[in-house]
């Protein structure tokens, strides 16, 4: 028998619980009133030593983080992406979730709803039915002399690649209303052409109107395979206020074209 929890049924009130051989299993099927998982992860294919610290997300390099809510606006790098639906989450001005759909048309900057503003994005994906060929990107208004490309990198919020059809960042915030508590996860690095390579890995969270604080730094080295990978262990488990922002930062490698991949795990919980 595996460990046994107690907790709240998804359709009855607080006082009546029920018990079961994995509560974070019941949590998934939704069997568990006001709890939820979060899943996130990231990869950045390429830092080098002259680059970092960068953080693990497709785009590469240090995540720009708005100051204020804005409209954030979709493209393609490819003219032929049209009709393609991409979901986009993330949190409101007030930094309670929100999710939207839109339509892609191509190079062609296309805005994501109809006026509603994001605070924070840290999800999209292709949620419809046909596949997109080009890399999407999605960002505050901006220039695209590139078509379907910003010119800035600062107003990027995520980006999609077409092998993916799905964001690969390893940055979360917890939305309002509720408290985090952070399970676990795991990190790896990729050697490429290179076998013998290492990287620091930092786990970072920041309060609201704070500073981003390190919560746990892992080392990784290899010296003989293509791929080495390590667990991130929080003691507690971690916990993580309304409105604080967590990710994954790679805070150096000894090496260029290092790639690093990192996921953790989130519990939510309703206040």
Known sequence: MGNRYSGISGGSSGSNLIYTTDFLIEV?????????????????????????PEDVWTYGGLYTYPSAA??????????ADIGMEITV??????????????VLDGTTKTAIGTGEVFLR????YNSGSTEFAG????????????????????KVRAQILAIDQQTYMA???IPAGYRGYFLGGGISITTG???????????QSRLQGGVFRSQELIGLASTGSSVFAQDLHALGPL????????????????????????????LLVKD
Do not use: M
């Open 193 to 203: 052409a290179s076998a013998s390579k290492s990287a620091f890995v930092d786990l």
């Open 239 to 266: 916990a993580l206020p309304a409105r604080t922002d967590i990710k994954a930062r790679v805070r150096e490698v000894s090496a260029n074209d290092t790639g690093v991949s990192a996921y953790f795990s989130i």
């Open 135 to 154: 890399t999407i990107y999605i960002y505050e208004d901006d220039t695209t002399t590139t078509p379907g490309i910003p010119d800035d990198p600062t």
């Open 70 to 79: 804005a409209v954030n606006f979709i493209s393609s790098s490819d003219p």
């Open 171 to 173: 940055l979360y915030t």
């Open 28 to 52: 998934a099927k939704g069997q568990i009133q006001d709890h939820s998982l979060v899943f996130k992860f990231g990869r950045n294919d390429d830092v080098d030593s002259g680059t970092d």
């Open 121 to 124: 994005t840290f999800r999209a």
């Open 89 to 102: 989450e993330g949190l409101d001005a007030d930094w309670n979730p929100l999710s939207l759909t839109v």
